[in-house]
C-alpha cells in the first residue's frame, strides 16, 4: 500500500512561532489530502483539506500549501499556541473514501 | 463531540478471547469505517461499510470481522486475540455519499482502546 510520509517526526515550538509539518506522497492521482489533528486520548478530528488543483488553503491560523511537482504538501501553523499541542496526521484518499494515513507528528508548543 | 459514539471505552482481555466492538455512527450517515491505532503501524484503515454492505477492506487480519446492521450501527469483532492485537480501536462515519464520494469527511468516535494480556 502506497504510503504519505510526515517529517519531521516531533516538532517543539515556541508560542507565537510557526510549526510547519511536511507531507510527501508517491502518487499523484488522488484527489484530495487531508490533515488531521489528534489530542491525547481522542479520536482524530479533520482540520483542513486540500485538493491537488488548488496550491493553497488557509482557515484561520491553519494553511496548507501543496507542491504537485514536488510531490509535497505542507502544513503550517501560524501563531502556534499551546493548545495546538496534538498529533497531526496528514493523509491521502483512497476510493471509497478510505484513508491512508502517515506516521504523524507530535506538535509540543511550548509557553 | 463527533456525534459518533463508541462503547466500550477500555476493554482489557485475555488471549484467545473474543471481544466485540460498537460503534453508533453520526445521525444519518450511511459509511462506517473502522481503524486501528498502534504505536508501531500508526493509524490503518481496517474495513468500510455502506448502507450494510461491505465496501472495502484493509489490512483486516482473517481473525476479525465486522458488520453493519440495518439501524447503522456497526460492531467489529476480533477473535483469537493475541499480545499484539492491543491498540486503539476508532470508528469513523461520513454522510450519505460515503459509499462513492472521495473527499467527505469522516468523523471520528472517541475510540476503544483493547488491551490484551
Known amino acids: 500500500q502506497q504510503q504519505v510520509k510526515q517529517s519531521p517526526q516531533s516538532l517543539i515550538v515556541q508560542k507565537g512561532g510557526i510549526s510547519i509539518i511536511n507531507c510527501a506522497y508517491e502518487?499523484?492521482?488522488?484527489?484530495?489530502f487531508p490533515w488531521y489533528q489528534q489530542f491525547p486520548g481522542k479520536g482524530p478530528a479533520l482540520l483542513i483539506a486540500?485538493?491537488?488543483?488548488?496550491s493553497e488553503k488557509k482557515e484561520g491560523r491553519f494553511t496548507i500549501s501543496f507542491n504537485k511537482s514536488a510531490k509535497q504538501f505542507s502544513l503550517h501553523i501560524m501563531d502556534s499556541q499551546p493548545g495546538d499541542s496534538a498529533t497531526y496526521f496528514c493523509?491521502?484518499?483512497?476510493?471509497?473514501?478510505?484513508?491512508?494515513f502517515g506516521k504523524g507528528n507530535q506538535v509540543v508548543v511550548i509557553p | 463531540d463527533s456525534g459518533v459514539t463508541q462503547t466500550p471505552k477500555h476493554l482489557i482481555t485475555a488471549t484467545g478471547q473474543r471481544v466485540t466492538l460498537r460503534c453508533s455512527p453520526r445521525?444519518?450517515?450511511?459509511?462506517v469505517y473502522w481503524y486501528q491505532q498502534s504505536l508501531d503501524q500508526g493509524l490503518q484503515f481496517l474495513i468500510q461499510?455502506?448502507?450494510?454492505?461491505?465496501?472495502a477492506k484493509g489490512n483486516i487480519l482473517e481473525r476479525f470481522s465486522a458488520q453493519q446492521f440495518p439501524d447503522l450501527h456497526s460492531e467489529l469483532n476480533l477473535s483469537s486475540l493475541e499480545l499484539g492485537d492491543s491498540a486503539l480501536y476508532f470508528c469513523a462515519s461520513s454522510a450519505l455519499h460515503g459509499g462513492t464520494s472521495v473527499g467527505e469527511t469522516q468523523y471520528f468516535g472517541p475510540g476503544t482502546r483493547l488491551l490484551v494480556l
Open positions: 445521525s444519518g450517515d450511511l459509511s
Open positions: 486540500i485538493r491537488p488543483d488548488v
Open positions: 461499510y455502506y448502507n450494510g454492505e461491505e465496501r
Open positions: 502518487n499523484t492521482a488522488f484527489d484530495y
Open positions: 493523509a491521502r484518499v483512497h476510493g471509497n473514501n478510505r484513508l491512508a
